[in-house]
């Protein structure tokens, strides 16, 4: 059974920074892309970073673009997303996902950033 688990959550002060851990169990991701999305309460999920299996390309939403990393150790089967700079505005639940072989994602089960002004 695949599981992904989010870490790394917490309360922050603005200006500051977090480091979110994804580890996966079950299987190695290392061929497939991997990302972070985030969902505030009453909100639709939004697209927060992606990487591809080798970690040669990323891409990010503009809203975190210059603030957040997201970075992989296949060895370690662990995604990472440093985020630097927080804002108020990046409170909510991260989600980490990882493309399946056919279609479709695997979920995690979320980890709350909350960043006090």
């Known amino acids: 059974q695949v599981q992904l688990l989010e870490s790394g959550g917490g309360l922050v002060q603005a200006g500051g920074s977090l480091r979110l851990s994804c580890a996966s169990l079950?299987?190695?991701?290392?061929?497939?892309?991997m990302g972070w999305y985030r969902r505030a309460a009453g909100k639709e999920r939004e697209f927060v970073a992606w990487?591809?299996?080798?970690?040669?390309?990323?891409t990010y939403a503009d809203s975190v673009e210059g603030r957040f990393t997201i970075s992989r150790d296949n060895a370690e089967n662990t995604l990472y997303l440093q985020m630097n700079s927080l804002k108020p505005e990046d409170t909510t639940v991260y989600y980490c996902a990882a493309r399946k072989a056919t279609i479709g994602l695997y979920w995690g089960q979320g980890t709350q950033v909350t960043v006090s002004s």
């Open positions: 079950g299987r190695t991701f290392s061929s497939s892309g």
């Open positions: 990487i591809t299996g080798n970690g040669a390309s990323t």
